[in-house]
């Protein structure tokens, strides 16, 4: 059964750094690109950063470039979002993803807020 366990989210003050953590198990991690995605109060759910298997040449929507970074630890089948130069805007329910074999992997979500 596959399994997308999401932590790290908390409030946080403007400026202000998080790193979320998604601990994965009930497939084979190394072989899945792996997504963070958020959703806002209102708002549709979208992508933030997507890494490869190889972790290699990560992707980022605009508004996240060059304030987060996507990594991965393949021994530890987890992935991480370090939040730098977070911003109101930020706040958010940030949830982990995988596809494979024609299907959607969510887990259950962390929220983020970026407030004074």
């Known amino acids: 059964q596959v399994q997308l366990v999401e932590s790290g989210g908390a409030l946080v003050q403007p400026g202000g750094s998080l790193r979320l953590s998604c601990a994965a198990s009930?497939?084979?991690?190394?072989?899945?690109?792996m997504n963070w995605y958020r959703q806002a109060p209102g708002k549709e759910r979208e992508l933030v950063a997507r890494?490869?298997?190889?972790?290699?040449?990560?992707v980022y929507v605009d508004f996240v470039r060059g304030r987060f970074t996507i990594s991965r630890d393949n021994a530890k089948n987890t992935v991480f979002l370090q939040m730098n130069g977070l911003k109101p805007e930020d706040t958010a329910v940030y949830y982990c993803?995988?596809?494979?074999?024609?299907?959607?992997?969510w887990g259950q979500g962390t929220q983020v807020i970026v407030s004074s």
């Open positions: 993803n995988t596809y494979f074999n024609g299907a959607d992997y």
């Open positions: 009930g497939f084979t991690f190394s072989r899945y690109a």
């Open positions: 890494i490869f298997t190889s972790g290699r040449l990560p």
